[in-house]
Every structure is written in structure tokens, then in C-alpha cells.
């Protein structure tokens, strides 16, 4: 029963894997003659793979004909660009003015102790990825932080800690 098990995750895997190079090949032809397509194709190829690993970088230089170090280059330069993979969450925890005054640093510590990540790292298991964002926009609600798109106010450590529990 377990091997039945582990061979249905590694066929799920193949299929997804599939998937993701069907949809690189359809986005390169579809831009492998356009002028200045280099930044829609990196946010595309992001999109379908969650970040731009270095063979992705290397796939998309040859099929647009750009040097691999100017592909590296735009996909360093632009904060939105992931060379790492990312975790299936993104907790963002917001550094602005009203949230530090309010604790948002207890908050961060909590979050970074529970997780055994820093800021701007991923935990081992792919699960989350903890950020820092200058302002989050929503001050009255301070201590804030975002998980995916939901945002999370009045924060303590201990509700912080509760909502990421409660991640699948």
C-alpha cells in the first residue's frame, strides 16, 4: 500500500512536471520573436514554476537569444524576480512606522523562532516564506501581516503564530 502510494505522488509529479514544460514551450513560441519580451516571459516562466531556477534562465536566454548573463541581470535587478524556490505560503510582515510602534517586531521574531527562518528565507519544507514589507498599507489594523492575500491585524506573537498554524 505505501509503494502504491509513493508511485501515485511520483506519477503526480511527472504530470505536473509535464504541464509546467508544456506551458514554457507554449510561452517561448509565443514570444520567441518578439522585441523586449524579456520581462513578461521571466514573470510567465515564474508563474508556472514559482521561481526562475538557473536552467529556466538558461532555457529562456536560448530561445530568445539573449545572453544568459542579461537574463540574470533584468531577473536580479527587478525585486518580483525569485531565484529560489518559494514556499506554498508568503507571510509578509509589515516593518512600517504604526506596526513597529505597535509590536510588529515581537511579531517577526515569533514568526522567524517558530518557522527557523530570517527574513527573507524558506523553510526546508517549501511550506512558507517569510518576508518583510516596508508598509502594508493598512496602519489602523497595526500589528499587520499577510499570508497569500489574507490580511491579519492587531496582531500578538501568539495569534500570529495561531494563523500560520492553521496553514495547511
Do not use: W
Request: glycine share 8%; proline share 4%.
Amino acid at each position: 500500500m505505501r509503494n502504491l502510494m509513493e508511485v501515485s505522488s511520483l506519477d503526480k509529479d511527472l504530470l505536473q512536471e509535464k504541464d509546467r514544460q508544456l506551458k514554457l514551450e507554449e510561452l517561448l513560441t509565443k514570444y520567441q520573436n518578439t522585441p523586449g519580451a524579456l520581462i513578461p516571459v521571466l514573470q510567465q516562466a515564474q508563474e508556472i514554476y514559482g521561481y526562475l531556477s538557473p536552467e529556466l534562465i538558461r532555457t529562456i536566454s536560448s530561445r530568445l537569444r539573449i545572453p544568459a548573463s542579461r537574463t540574470y541581470g533584468v531577473a536580479t535587478f527587478y525585486s518580483q524576480f525569485h531565484l529560489q524556490p518559494r514556499g506554498r505560503h508568503i507571510i509578509k510582515v509589515c516593518q512600517g512606522t504604526a506596526c513597529h510602534v505597535r509590536g510588529g517586531s515581537k511579531v517577526m521574531e515569533a514568526l522567524k523562532s517558530y518557522l527557523g527562518v530570517g527574513a527573507g528565507e524558506t523553510t526546508a519544507d517549501l511550506k512558507f516564506t517569510l518576508e518583510t514589507v516596508a508598509c502594508l498599507g493598512a496602519c489602523g489594523l497595526a500589528p499587520v501581516m499577510m499570508i497569500n492575500d489574507q490580511t491579519e491585524g492587531q496582531l500578538t506573537p501568539a495569534k500570529a503564530l495561531q494563523k500560520i498554524k492553521s496553514c495547511d
